[in-house]
């Protein structure tokens, strides 16, 4: 019986990578963060970020839902869908829109790092996490937003400048040759 060549799996080191973002995500979100009430000043989200566009969307998607579910048992909160979700595509998005500006010049993949930042932020912060906010937490809608959208202003560039350095540092070749999937040959017997 042969196993389909094109197909690919995680390895061990994609795993390891992955469970060492997660693990940067939580301290960074979970223990190196400010708290107001329905604000949240933390950089947790660039792992997420990192995890989608080093190790695919998938992974992304992985480590964003694997992070917020360890962080609200860790903080005694409850796992609220639409703030989850937002945790997804973090890793999901940026992942995906990789696949637009994965053979573009660095100028290029630094603008489509931006882009996909931002319209990610837009679904994922001020969309998601604000729903989960109103419908699950009780906030009023009119009362947050205000500090939501001061809260991306300031957010936003950081997780730009950040998400780049990292990006375009020597940490991407060293991840992305190490977690290559690996294809499975076909056995000739």
């Known amino acids: 019986m042969q196993k389909n060549s094109c197909k690919t799996y995680w390895n061990v080191k994609t795993l390891v990578f992955m469970a ?67 945790a997804v595509c973090w890793g999901l998005l940026p992942g995906l829109a990789k696949y637009f500006y994965a053979g573009r010049s660095r100028k290029g993949k630094t603008v489509g790092i931006v882009l996909s930042i931002v319209v990610t932020a837009v679904i994922s912060s001020l969309v998601l996490t604000t729903s989960g906010l109103v419908l699950f937490q009780g906030y009023n809608f009119f009362t947050i937003i205000p500090g939501r959208l001061v809260q991306f ?37």
């Open 20 to 86: 060492l973002l997660v693990a940067m995500h939580l301290v960074l979100t979970r223990v190196f963060v400010v708290e107001l009430g329905a604000y949240r000043i933390s950089v947790g989200s660039v792992c997420t970020i990192l995890a989608g566009l080093w190790m695919g969307p998938a992974a992304g998607a992985v480590c964003g839902f694997t992070a917020d579910i360890l962080g609200c048992f860790m903080k005694g909160y409850a796992v609220d869908p639409f703030i989850t979700t937002a």
């Open 153 to 189: 202003v300031i957010l936003i560039p950081i997780y730009c400048v950040l998400t780049c350095l990292l990006y375009f540092s020597p940490l991407t070749s060293l991840v992305m040759d190490t977690v290559k999937p690996a294809v499975l040959k076909k056995k000739t017997v």
